[in-house]
């Protein structure tokens, strides 16, 4: 390959003044974005398209939000969502989606909490493997925002300060397991780590990622401002600038000539581009799905049934003698309350939007069910109240929308502007227009307003409290029906005090996808039972949360958030992390511990359906680490009949348990003794707990 084409593999094939132009009207939706394609080589390169809930290029299907989908707690049908997009994104000319988005939520007022599945390591870890290995059946995963990307209105220029054991321990077991799945691709964040921008950290992305895990894939920087200076992104190990040709090709010519870049270097990061389109090539070999996968009826049945599975019961109460849920299908006067019941609201409208144009609301699927069930915006509170009181059961939908959280777009910042060049290459520009006229055709949904090109506001929340006229909305309608059931759709976390305590029913719902409406109803009038648990704690009070800045420009990331800061800090969650309630009971007993043959910890027992109606329980095991906080290490979703009894089994590596020693930059292999708590939810009284000694015969090669 000569110089040129070496360096052509380096960025994206799009040019980059036009290219923005054609991204801000709606082109992110209508076209793959091409980079290392060289026809007169044979080298097809890679075509990116994005895809957290479902293709954004075509009108594809949009499943549920990724925390709607950790909610679930369900690898396989993530694996099989992962799947069906992966055959649509494909049918529509991608061959890589930057679908898996797994940084942690370390605290709810992040605006793209909706993309990630939760804020526990181990959890998104095994969610967004699971992901992957759907994916990879069809197109190329790439695993994003690596890494400490948990701010969004300052990540083009924040700074994350994070110590190596809770970097390792905290941030980064969840890309090191999707690693472990020989995932194609990692996109590296815009912030910088540790003084030094993520797309030029030679720590994360040579040390860490090559060196220490042996990553063998693709590194591709964040989109536009994913790198600052050319000659450090390649030094670092960064290989392939997205989507544009625009900082590297402005200065790495000049770099080569200076030797501040030695071509040995290009020719490397050109050899593990091209090794990873080899290594994947037998995916390309077989053809595309046919154009007609894309939002087929399949797909949008796997929609239904993976927002009914994302469903959080988190209060279910008796009135006169029967708990408010499920609704009974005889009940003719029935009231949904709400701004938000009968609006399609799918979420965010940044990188992850999907155009679907065949979205139903809630109120849509409660009246399939209920046909004369009457819907009321909740504006005229005096409307409310008369008609709250007047019928059996009252629905109250509040939440958020692209309104008030997402992933935020539009940077002000000078400096960042002054990256562009000067100029588009004309031939770039005539050759990225010729592939743009030969895309499938997109339609622009009914559903988008109020967005510039179909993106949204964005942003990390202001606060964790509903709109004070939701809240209103609550209180009006809970004060004269005592069969009061509240819907909250959101993202993240939301403050449920006091609001909470005058209601008999509760569920999380997230953004639910296509058929958000039919999912819930399924919950409803229970033709599904609740089996999901919460992916994030609930706190009783915004204080009770670790400090947030949404401007910041320097920040720390210590080692206490989520279920176990709240532990930490003697604080008492509204709903704890793992949560979930279910129309069946459940009992587990019988649970025992062995370490097998093979150094792996294996947690057995039996879990018992005590109820009358078949339901799913998730088994979670939650190990106490001497001189650390507690941990998630294991979790199994387990289905059971009424009356019925099935044995389990989770097996824990032990690495899980590992330290990581920063004197070495290794890990310290388990020994001594361990608590792990096998219950329902992270703070479950009644967990059983298990006793654990690892001795120094445990295979010392484990975690080398």
Same mark, same amino acid.
């Given at each position: 390959?000569?110089?040129?084409?070496?360096?052509? #593999?380096?960025?994206?094939?799009?040019?980059?003044?036009?290219?923005?132009?054609? %991204?801000?009207?709606?082109?992110?939706?209508?076209?793959?974005?091409?980079?290392?394609?060289?026809?007169?080589?044979?080298?097809?390169?890679?075509?990116?398209?994005? $895809?957290?809930?479902?293709?954004?290029?075509?009108?594809?299907? #949009?499943?549920?939000?990724?925390?709607?989908?950790?909610?679930?707690?369900?690898?396989?049908?993530?694996?099989?969502?992962?799947?069906?997009?992966?055959?649509?994104?494909?049918?529509? /000319?991608?061959?890589?989606?930057?679908?898996?988005?797994?940084?942690?939520?370390?605290?709810?007022?992040?605006?793209?909490? *909706?993309?990630?599945?939760?804020?526990?390591?181990?959890?998104?870890?095994?969610?967004?493997?699971?992901? #992957?290995?759907?994916?990879?059946?069809?197109?190329?995963?790439?695993?994003?925002?690596?890494?400490?990307?948990?701010?969004?209105?300052?990540?083009?220029?924040?700074?994350?300060?994070?110590?190596?054991?809770?970097?390792?321990?905290?941030?980064?077991?969840?890309?090191?397991?999707?690693?472990?799945?020989?995932?194609?691709?990692?996109?590296?964040?815009?912030?910088?780590?540790?003084?030094?921008?993520?797309?030029?950290? @030679?720590?994360?992305?040579?040390?860490?990622?090559?060196?220490?895990?042996?990553?063998? /894939?693709?590194?591709?920087?964040?989109?536009?401002?994913?790198? =600052?200076?050319?000659?450090?992104?390649?030094?670092?190990?960064?290989?392939?600038?997205?989507?544009?040709?625009?900082?590297?090709?402005?200065?790495?010519?000049?770099?080569?000539?200076?030797?501040?870049?030695?071509?040995?270097?290009?020719?490397?990061?050109?050899?593990?581009?091209?090794?990873?389109?080899?290594?994947?090539?037998?995916?390309?070999?077989?053809?595309?799905?046919?154009?007609?996968?894309?939002? #087929?009826?399949?797909?949008?049945?796997?929609?239904?049934?993976?927002?009914?599975?994302?469903?959080?019961?988190?209060?279910?109460?008796?009135?006169?003698?029967?708990?408010?849920?499920?609704?009974?299908?005889?009940?003719?006067?029935?009231?949904?309350?709400?701004? %938000?019941?009968?609006?399609?609201?799918? $979420?965010?409208?940044?990188?992850?939007?999907?155009?679907?144009?065949?979205?139903?609301?809630?109120?849509?699927?409660?009246?399939?069910?209920?046909?004369?069930? +009457?819907?009321?915006?909740?504006?005229?509170?005096?409307?409310?109240?008369?008609?709250?009181?007047?019928?059996?059961?009252?629905?109250?939908?509040?939440?958020?929308?692209?309104?008030?959280?997402?992933?935020?777009?539009?940077?002000?910042?000078?400096?960042?502007?002054?990256?562009?060049?000067?100029?588009?290459?004309?031939?770039?520009?005539?050759?990225?227009? *010729?592939?743009?006229?030969?895309?499938?055709?997109?339609?622009?949904?009914?559903?988008?307003?109020?967005?510039?090109?179909?993106?949204?506001?964005?942003?990390?929340?202001?606060?964790?409290?509903?709109?004070?006229?939701?809240?209103?909305?609550?209180?009006?309608?809970?004060?004269?029906?005592?069969?009061?059931?509240?819907?909250? *759709?959101?993202?993240?976390?939301?403050?449920?005090?006091?609001?909470?305590?005058?209601?008999?029913?509760?569920?999380? !719902?997230?953004?639910?996808?296509?058929?958000?409406?039919?999912?819930? !109803?399924?919950?409803?009038?229970?033709?599904?039972?609740?089996?999901?648990?919460?992916?994030?704690?609930?706190?009783?009070?915004?204080?009770?949360?670790?400090?947030?800045?949404?401007?910041? @420009?320097?920040?720390?990331?210590?080692?206490?958030?989520?279920?176990?800061?709240?532990?930490?800090?003697?604080?008492?969650?509204?709903?704890?992390? $793992?949560?979930?309630?279910?129309?069946?009971?459940?009992?587990?007993?019988?649970?025992?511990?062995?370490?097998?043959?093979?150094?792996?910890?294996?947690?057995?027992? +039996?879990?018992?359906?005590?109820?009358?109606?078949?339901?799913?329980?998730?088994?979670?095991?939650?190990?106490?680490?001497?001189?650390?906080?507690?941990?998630?290490?294991?979790?199994?979703?387990?289905?059971?009949?009424?009356?019925?009894?099935?044995?389990?089994?989770?097996?824990?590596?032990?690495?899980?348990?590992?330290?990581?020693?920063?004197?070495?930059?290794?890990?310290?292999?388990? =020994?001594?003794?361990?608590?792990?708590?096998?219950?329902?939810?992270?703070?479950?009284?009644?967990?059983?707990?298990?006793?654990?000694?690892?001795?120094?015969?445990?295979?010392? $090669?484990?975690?080398?």
């Amino acid at each position: 390959m000569s110089e040129e084409d070496l360096l052509w #593999c380096l960025d994206g094939d799009s040019p980059a003044l036009a290219g923005l132009r054609f %991204l801000a009207n709606g082109g992110y939706h209508k076209a793959p974005f091409l980079a290392g394609n060289i026809d007169k080589l044979g080298i097809p390169g890679i075509a990116f398209a994005d $895809g957290p809930r479902g293709a954004v290029i075509g009108n594809g299907t #949009c499943f549920p939000v990724a925390i709607a989908r950790g909610a679930t707690w369900n690898p396989e049908l993530e694996e099989r969502i992962g799947e069906a997009i992966g055959k649509e994104l494909r049918s529509a /000319g991608a061959t890589i989606t930057g679908a898996i988005c797994v940084n942690l939520i370390r605290h709810p007022a992040w605006g793209r909490a *909706q993309e990630s599945y939760g804020e526990d390591p181990f959890h998104v870890g095994e969610m967004g493997a699971a992901m #992957c290995r759907g994916l990879q059946k069809n197109v190329m995963a790439c695993v994003k925002h690596f890494a400490c990307n948990s701010m969004e209105n300052s990540r083009f220029k924040v700074n994350i300060e994070v110590d190596e054991v809770t970097l390792h321990e905290l941030y980064l077991p969840q890309f090191k397991r999707i690693v472990q799945e020989k995932v194609a691709s990692v996109m590296t964040a815009y912030n910088s780590l540790n003084s030094k921008w993520c797309g030029e950290n @030679s720590e994360l992305l040579t040390e860490i990622l090559r060196n220490e895990w042996g990553f063998n /894939g693709i590194v591709i920087s964040d989109w536009i401002f994913g790198i =600052r200076d050319a000659e450090k992104s390649v030094n670092a190990g960064l290989n392939i600038e997205m989507p544009y040709r625009m900082i590297r090709m402005t200065h790495l010519k000049q770099a080569l000539s200076n030797n501040t870049v030695d071509i040995s270097r290009v020719r490397q990061l050109v050899s593990e581009f091209l090794a990873t389109l080899l290594r994947h090539s037998l995916i390309f070999t077989k053809p595309a799905p046919d154009i007609t996968t894309i939002g #087929c009826y399949e797909h949008r049945q796997l929609a239904r049934e993976s927002a009914s599975a994302s469903v959080v019961l988190l209060k279910n109460e008796l009135v006169d003698t029967e708990p408010v849920l499920p609704i009974s299908l005889e009940i003719s006067d029935l009231v949904v309350f709400g701004r %938000l019941a009968d609006s399609i609201n799918l $979420g965010d409208r940044g990188s992850s939007d999907v155009w679907d144009t065949d979205c139903s609301t809630i109120f849509e699927g409660i009246k399939e069910r209920i046909p004369s069930v +009457i819907f009321n915006d909740g504006r005229n509170l005096f409307e409310v109240e008369k008609l709250a009181a007047s019928t059996n059961v009252a629905i109250v939908v509040v939440g958020y929308n692209f309104e008030d959280e997402g992933e935020f777009i539009f940077p002000e910042d000078p400096s960042l502007t002054a990256l562009f060049p000067k100029e588009d290459e004309p031939t770039t520009i005539k050759n990225w227009k *010729q592939f743009n006229e030969n895309q499938i055709s997109t339609k622009t949904p009914d559903h988008l307003y109020n967005s510039e090109g179909g993106f949204g506001i964005g942003g990390d929340r202001d606060s964790l409290l509903l709109h004070q006229f939701d809240i209103d909305l609550i209180e009006t309608v809970a004060k004269v029906n005592k069969r009061t059931i509240v819907v909250v *759709q959101s993202g993240g976390a939301v403050i449920m005090r006091p609001w909470v305590d005058k209601v008999s029913g509760l569920i999380q !719902a997230f953004y639910g996808g296509c058929r958000a409406g039919q999912g819930l !109803a399924d919950i409803l009038f229970g033709q599904v039972n609740p089996s999901a648990k919460l992916p994030y704690s609930i706190a009783s009070d915004q204080k009770d949360y670790p400090y947030f800045k949404k401007d910041s @420009s320097n920040f720390i990331y210590d080692d206490s958030h989520g279920w176990w800061h709240l532990i930490k800090t003697k604080k008492e969650p509204t709903f704890s992390f $793992g949560f979930g309630l279910s129309y069946t009971s459940f009992e587990i007993k019988e649970v025992k511990l062995a370490l097998t043959k093979s150094n792996l910890i294996e947690i057995t027992g +039996i879990l018992k359906n005590t109820g009358k109606k078949d339901g799913a329980e998730v088994i979670q095991v939650y190990a106490q680490i001497p001189e650390r906080h507690p941990r998630l290490v294991g979790f199994k979703r387990l289905e059971v009949k009424a009356g019925t009894q099935t044995n389990f089994k989770i097996m824990v590596q032990p690495e899980v348990l590992a330290k990581r020693n920063p004197k070495t930059h290794s890990w310290d292999q388990p =020994r001594g003794s361990y608590v792990l708590n096998v219950g329902r939810y992270a703070t479950d009284p009644n967990a059983f707990q298990l006793k654990l000694t690892i001795d120094d015969d445990l295979n010392s $090669g484990l975690f080398d």
